[in-house]
């Protein structure tokens, strides 16, 4: 029976789970099998028992809580690259225009920088097959350009002033996905590092920062987390140790199968001395949550933003017989206070619509519309300052989403994608001038101006791609200033890398401004933390 192979995975997810419960739920796994059994024998239409056994599984999880999930085997490379921090491919960071794969930027150290590939070039034919104007998609790159370690592609490209394509064959290559996306000194003595998740490889990243901007003379550190959905529970222990000393609490968990698992500062960090602050917001989750809790309660630094996301479970990934995999939540994460910061679930469609809802309830303007019941009231362990559980952590100073800047026209010119694709086009076009003119970057973000030409060629470009969307005076006067912010971030970031660009952009966000402010200010010292 062909439905068998797929029946087994769901036998072995069923009689996992309910081994832990009693002998009467074993019999739930052969139920199922009788019910696809009768489904695949008497069922009006064909079925696909793999498609209905997948569906069965995720709908199991979806009745545990929101965050336990099964991952396809054919996705789960892609859902482990970011945690692993690192990915099989060729090494180039890679944008879509007008149906061609345009290179960006190459990795450093990977296989296509090592090989002579140029930001610019464009890759035009894949191992013989045409992939020019024919539709093609982040997903078809991906399928085509990743694989096994040590593998093979060759690849045809079309370079700038040359009359014929170049060939490379590359040899695939481990890649690393970086998360710490910018780090930088502020002003003389305020250091700052943005971290995207919580990989394997995290913790060496920031260390490699904190080494690097210590030598700059960081004094105070600006740690951003904001939109920071988390990642390894390890990780975001190792690295609220780089922070607190002294064998401090970090974080405890427990679970029906798991006893009390006391995760405590175990080295000397590299900024257990000096003012710290962490940026959060509502995107700000989970190990991002566990970090800033523990700074928090211990008074170790200020958080500064707007409340996080609110997930205080534990996941563990579990394989499946056929090389898919669930992430099973077994455990409750505690700060070190006792909070337990998870935000209620009972009700799945208030839990995803959550976001939206304080959006809609004005928490993102006014802190005073956030409404926490006594009951939630933890104390800091050195100072005695009242903090909050049960729906996130609450920052020590609130920043309201700033939307003065926003507009209808504004939006649709980020929709459409025209900020970052004329970047692109004119970084290209005019690489060799921009680079002779702005030879390093500080030179560029200094002197850097889109004037009127730059912009007369912006528009000139979106009119081009859109006849509709036309350039609206009264609102391009309220979004002007983000509008060219982002479009020279942008050209930083083609010029030179992702860090540039934030280094550029981060002047407009109103959360890392409010820190600087607070730093540069005697407001840190007001608060009086422990010293």
């Known amino acids: 029976m062909r439905y068998l192979p797929f029946l087994f995975l769901l036998t072995f997810l069923s009689t996992s789970l309910s081994a832990q419960i009693s002998s009467h739920n074993i019999s739930t796994s052969y139920k199922f099998k009788e019910v696809i059994d009768k489904v695949s024998r008497y069922y009006v239409d064909e079925t696909d028992a793999e498609a209905l056994t997948e569906t069965a599984i995720v709908s199991l999880l979806e009745e545990l809580d929101p965050h336990s999930t099964y991952i396809p085997a054919d996705e789960l490379n892609a859902a482990q690259s970011s945690i692993n921090g690192s990915f ?32 610019g070039d464009k890759i035009v034919v894949v191992d013989g097959e045409n992939i020019a104007g024919v539709g093609l998609k982040n997903s078809d790159v991906r399928t085509k350009l990743l694989g096994e370690m040590g593998t093979k592609v060759k690849v045809e490209v079309q370079r700038r002033k040359s009359n014929k394509n170049l060939v490379f064959n590359v040899t695939r290559d481990k890649i690393p996905v970086f998360s710490v996306d910018s780090y930088y000194m502020i002003d003389k003595e305020i250091g700052y590092i943005k971290l995207n998740s919580f990989s394997r490889r995290s913790h060496e990243e920031v260390r490699n920062a904190l080494v690097k901007l210590k030598a700059k003379g960081m004094k105070s550190l600006i740690f951003d987390l904001q939109s920071n959905g988390g990642g390894l529970l390890g990780t975001a222990h190792k690295l609220a140790d780089e922070f607190l000393s002294k064998e401090k609490l970090i974080v405890y968990s427990e679970g029906k199968a798991q006893p009390r698992n006391n995760l405590r500062a175990e080295f000397k960090g590299l900024f ?260």
Not at 95 to 117: F, H, R, W, Y
Not at 290 to 316: C, E, H, N, P
Not at 492 to 517: G, H, K, M, P, Q
């Open 88 to 119: 099989v491919g060729v090494g180039i960071r890679f944008q879509i225009m007008k149906d061609t794969l345009n290179v960006v930027a190459t990795i450093s150290g990977g296989p296509a920088e090592k090989l002579g590939m140029l930001p």
């Open 272 to 531: 257990e001395e000096g003012r710290l602050v962490v940026l959060t917001n509502e995107y700000s989750a989970s190990a991002s949550e566990i970090l800033s809790g523990a700074i928090q309660d211990w008074d170790r630094g200020l958080i500064v933003g707007r409340r996080t996301f609110g997930k205080g479970l534990v996941q563990r990934p579990m394989g499946l017989s056929d090389g898919s995999e669930i992430r099973l939540t077994i455990a409750r994460y505690y700060t070190p206070s006792g909070r337990f910061i998870q935000k209620p679930y009972d009700d799945v469609e208030s839990y995803r619509k959550d976001i939206s809802q304080r959006y809609l309830n004005g928490e993102f303007v006014h802190s005073d519309s956030i409404k926490m019941p006594d009951s939630l009231k933890f104390k800091t362990l050195i100072t005695n300052r009242t903090v909050f559980g049960g729906g996130g952590i609450m920052p020590d100073f609130f920043v309201p989403l700033d939307t003065s800047y926003n507009s209808d026209y504004y939006s649709d010119l980020l929709r459409g994608g025209f900020l970052n694709t004329f970047s692109y086009s004119y970084s290209d076009e005019n690489r060799k001038k921009l680079l002779g003119q702005y030879p390093d970057f500080k030179t560029f973000k200094d002197e850097f101006k889109c004037d009127a030409l730059f912009m007369n060629d912006f528009f000139t470009y979106v009119k081009k791609e859109d006849a509709t969307l036309e350039k609206n005076e009264e609102e391009y006067a309220i979004s002007e200033h983000s509008i060219k912010l982002r479009l020279k971030a942008y050209l930083a970031r083609n010029l030179w890398d992702t860090s540039e660009f934030y280094e550029i952009y981060n002047t407009s966000n109103e959360i890392i401004n409010r820190a600087v402010e607070i730093l540069q200010t005697n407001e840190y010292e007001k608060v009086n933390l422990d010293r």
